[in-house]
């Protein structure tokens, strides 16, 4: 069985720019969520969607959004790039039962110059 | 407020000794869920362990154990004979589920564990 996938796996903006992240949930799982990772603030959550729907938002700006597909594929985008935004970007997935395993991908590493 | 609390933040042992790392979560839900991850350098946060608030049985898995306390909100985590290989971060997580919210982890900051030869 596949794991999550996300792509791309490093990439380098410049500030200013946009950026999108894709994922790719384990099949059959329809909750993603997507996580931040910096050394200084930890692994913070960003938001969470389910069949196509935004469930829960984390304390982040508007610059940060996302969507899923009915595939429940989920693409993350930011813009108007900061420095601080570089980061390791995670993202989750999970079958719809609470308390089932939440699995993530192998992340995407983004360096905002 | 944080809601995971990993007071180590680096622990460093021997191979083959026993590693413990804790976690003090906190919550008002009565039915939510506990995990441990491993993060390894290249980034993946690799699932080992999950337990639901309604059983306080501990287990062991492998070389893993855990004991999860209810009245102390507690979830610690035992590497047992540690290897070099299990030289990464640990994170502890917390899921909610009284709000709707069980798709979303609240992490601690997690442990650094390093394990020499």
């Known amino acids: 069985k596949a794991g999550v996938t996300q792509t791309p796996r490093y990439l380098i903006k410049t500030r200013g720019q946009q950026v999108t992240l894709s994922c790719s949930p384990i099949s059959g799982h329809r909750s993603v969520s997507w996580y931040q990772q910096t050394p200084g603030q930890g692994l913070q959550f960003l938001f969470e969607?389910?069949?196509?729907?935004?469930?829960n938002k984390g304390n982040f700006p508007g610059r940060f959004s996302g969507r899923q597909f009915s595939n429940s594929r989920s693409e993350m985008n930011v813009s108007t790039l900061e420095l601080g935004d570089s980061a390791l970007y995670l993202c989750a997935s999970s079958p719809e039962i609470p308390g089932n395993t939440i699995y993530f991908g192998e992340g995407s590493w983004l360096t905002v110059v | 407020a944080q809601k995971v609390t990993q007071a180590q933040t680096e622990i460093s042992v021997v191979e083959k000794e026993d590693v413990t790392l804790d976690c003090v979560y906190e919550t008002r839900d009565t039915t939510y869920y506990l995990f441990w991850y491993k993060q390894p350098p290249s980034g993946e946060l690799v699932f080992l362990i999950r337990?639901?608030?309604?059983?306080?049985q501990n287990e062991i898995s492998g070389r893993y154990s855990w004991n999860f306390q209810k009245s102390t909100s507690s979830f610690n985590f035992t590497i047992t004979a540690s290897q070099v290989v299990d030289s990464a971060v640990y994170f502890c997580?917390?899921?909610?589920?009284?709000?709707?919210?069980?798709?979303?982890?609240?992490f601690g900051a997690g442990t650094q564990v390093v394990v020499t030869p």
């Open positions: 997580a917390l899921s909610e589920t009284e709000t709707d919210s069980w798709g979303k982890l609240q």
């Open positions: 969607y389910f069949s196509e729907t935004q469930r």
């Open positions: 337990r639901n608030s309604f059983d306080e």
